[in-house]
Each structure stands twice: as structure tokens, then as C-alpha cells.
């Protein structure tokens, strides 16, 4: 027996009412679909997953039918501020 797991598709990767990430994956049993469900994953699980993709990734350029990763008006900005406390 060989299981088989795939996004399902036609479905996208959403935020759930509690914040968290989830992906739809279809679930095969011997080549035949058995189920649907999802990955619920939280914003730093997602965060981990989404840089492991990219370092898997790195160095073999996206096909052109690839969505864009962000866009700048969904990346939040970073809060950094530099603090001055004078001579130490």
C-alpha cells in the first residue's frame, strides 16, 4: 500500500479565523483520492516552511507561470528603530 500526498487542486493556501496558515493537500491511497484535508500551520511554522522552501529552491529560477512570492503591500515593515545610549 502507498500513500500519496498533493496539494489539492483548484485550492489556495488561506488564513483561518485564529490566524493561522492553512494548506489544502489531497490525500491518495494506491493511486486512488481517498480524502481532503489541511495543514493548519501558525505564522512562525509558516515562516519556517517558507524559508526551507526558498533554501530548497535556491538557484533554480521560478517557470514562468509562478505567482510572485509578495508583493510590498503585504510584507508588514519591519519595526526596527536604533536606540542611542550614549558612551558606554
Known amino acids: 500500500m502507498s500513500w500519496g500526498i498533493e496539494r489539492t487542486p483548484g485550492s489556495r ?3 483561518t479565523s485564529d490566524g493561522r496558515v492553512a494548506v489544502p493537500l489531497r490525500l491518495s491511497r494506491n493511486g486512488e483520492h481517498t480524502t481532503d ?3 493548519l500551520l501558525s505564522l512562525v511554522d509558516a515562516e519556517h516552511l517558507h524559508a526551507s522552501l526558498c533554501r530548497a529552491l535556491d538557484g533554480h529560477p521560478a517557470p514562468p507561470s509562478a505567482p ?3 508583493s510590498e503591500s503585504t510584507v508588514e515593515p519591519a519595526d526596527a528603530r536604533r536606540t542611542d545610549r550614549g558612551s558606554l
Open 13 to 15: 493556501v488561506d488564513r
Open 37 to 39: 484535508a489541511e495543514l
Open 68 to 70: 510572485e512570492c509578495r
